[in-house]
C-alpha cells in the first residue's frame, strides 16, 4: 500500500460543478497539505493541517473549501471552478515536530484537474 | 520577498555528471531539501542539508553553502531512469517550505 493515496488521477469538471478530491496516508503522519502545481511554476501551498486544526490558508479562493475529519484524510471540496484552477493538485503528509524541521514532506500521485 | 530560483532545463547523456543549482533568499533558514519528480508521479525526498558541506546518498550528492545563500543537486553515472523534474525546497525561519520551479532534467542516450 502505497504512503499517500490520492483519488481520483483525473477529473474533468465544468465551472458549475461541485467535486471533491481524497486523499488518505496510511504512515501515521500528523500534518497534511494541499499543493497546486501548475506548468512552470513552484508549487504553491494551500492548506495545512496539523493534529487536524487547520493552521494555514495561503489566501486561497473559497471556491476550494478543505475538510480534515481525521489525521489520516483530507478533502479538497471544489465548488463553481474556474479554468485557471485548472492544475495537478498534490496531497502531502509529514511528522512534524517542533523540535526538528527535518521532516520531509511525503506526495501523493496528484489529481490532474481540468476545469472546461 | 522570498526567491528560490534553479535552471529550467537540463540536458546531459548517459554516464555523465549534472550539476543543479539552487539559489535562494528567504525569511531566516531551517534547512534546503530536494526532491524529484518524474512526469505524472508524486515528488519523492532525496535529500536535506541544514549545515554546510557535502551529503552524499549513493550517486546523489547535496551541497549546502548558507553563507551564500546556494544549493546544488550533483547526479553522477546518470542513467536514463533519472530523467525528471528536480525541485528545490527551502524552510524559512517559520517552518514554512518555499518551493523553486523545477530544472527538467533530460538524459540522452
Known amino acids: 500500500e502505497t504512503g499517500v493515496t490520492q483519488t481520483p488521477r483525473h477529473l474533468v469538471m465544468g465551472m458549475t460543478n461541485k467535486k471533491s478530491l481524497k486523499c488518505e496516508q496510511h504512515?501515521?503522519?500528523?500534518?497534511m497539505y494541499w499543493y497546486k502545481q501548475s506548468a512552470k511554476k513552484p508549487l504553491e501551498l494551500m492548506f495545512v493541517?496539523?493534529?487536524?486544526?487547520?493552521?494555514e490558508n495561503n489566501s486561497v479562493p473559497s471556491r476550494f473549501s478543505p475538510e480534515c475529519p481525521n489525521s489520516s484524510h483530507l478533502f479538497l471540496h471544489l465548488h463553481t471552478l474556474q479554468p485557471e484552477d485548472s492544475a495537478l493538485y498534490l496531497c502531502?503528509?509529514?511528522?512534524?515536530?517542533?523540535?526538528?524541521?527535518?521532516?520531509?514532506?511525503?506526495f501523493g500521485n496528484g489529481t490532474r484537474l481540468t476545469v472546461t | 520577498g522570498q526567491n528560490i530560483d534553479q535552471p529550467t532545463e537540463m540536458t546531459a547523456t548517459e554516464g555523465a555528471i549534472v550539476q543543479i543549482n539552487c539559489t535562494y533568499q528567504?525569511?531566516?533558514?531551517?534547512?534546503l531539501f530536494w526532491y524529484q519528480q518524474h512526469a505524472g508521479e508524486a515528488p519523492t525526498f532525496l535529500s536535506y542539508?541544514?549545515?554546510?558541506g557535502l551529503e552524499e546518498k549513493g550517486r546523489f550528492s547535496s551541497f549546502l553553502s548558507r553563507s551564500k545563500g546556494y544549493s546544488y543537486l550533483l547526479l553522477k553515472e546518470l542513467q536514463m531512469k533519472d530523467s525528471a523534474s528536480y525541485l528545490c525546497a527551502v524552510k524559512d525561519s517559520w517552518g514554512k517550505l518555499q518551493f523553486g520551479a523545477g530544472t527538467q532534467v533530460v538524459v540522452t542516450p
Open positions: 502531502a503528509s509529514s511528522q512534524e515536530d517542533r523540535s526538528s524541521y527535518n521532516s520531509p514532506l511525503h
Open positions: 528567504t525569511s531566516g533558514f531551517n534547512g
Open positions: 504512515l501515521g503522519h500528523n500534518a
Open positions: 493541517y496539523n493534529f487536524k486544526e487547520q493552521t
Open positions: 542539508n541544514v549545515l554546510d
